[in-house]
């Protein structure tokens, strides 16, 4: 069973921060992800706008693909680890370990989950759907349009805000 709440920081809502309220407790709506029931806890945040923000710590022959001091936004968290766009502009999963967090604020739209290990899922509702990276590597055409259309609107909004 995972437990799944949509935030807007990087806490569950039992340790919700300043500026932050609970908007709807517990919904009994089981996640899509996950076959048995789920509780979906709702919470708001001041920050309208918000994208975590992470720079490469230091070079590392095995991630080639991104640039020390590159700020790189972070689109979800997938089993405790950042999806970012690399420098080829592709959506890899890495080891947070890996990266200095300049900004830790999350879209209040991300729907969390907890696995059964303990690991950590994130994402926008759009990109929170099983099989949704697997179509888009795949080059199905529906979810390239949905991740670049979410993508670049994410960005766009944390640009305006800055």
């Known amino acids: 069973m995972r437990l799944s709440w949509r935030s807007s920081g990087r806490y569950p809502p039992s340790h919700v921060p300043a500026g932050g ?4 407790y517990c919904e009994g709506q089981t996640h899509p ?3 048995s029931p789920g509780c ?3 919470w708001k945040s001041l920050k309208i706008r918000s994208i975590m923000i992470v720079k ?3 070079r590392n022959a095995q991630y080639r693909d991104l640039s020390v001091g590159q700020p790189y936004a ?3 968290i997938e089993a405790d680890e950042f999806r970012i766009l690399n ?3 592709r959506p890899f999963l890495y080891p947070p370990n890996l990266f200095s967090v300049l900004d830790n604020r999350e879209p209040a739209d991300w729907v969390t989950e907890i696995g059964d290990d303990g690991e950590r899922y994130s994402y926008p509702p759009p990109l929170n759907k099983p099989g949704f990276f697997e179509d888009f590597f795949d080059q199905k055409a529906k979810a390239v349009a949905t991740f670049w259309r979410i993508v670049n609107r994410r960005l766009a909004a944390s640009s305006e805000v800055g």
């Open 33 to 35: 992800r996950s076959q």
């Open 87 to 89: 420098d080829a502009g």
């Open 40 to 42: 979906t806890i709702r």
């Open 21 to 24: 309220a609970i908007a709807n």
């Open 74 to 76: 972070v689109i979800g």
């Open 56 to 58: 490469l710590k230091k």
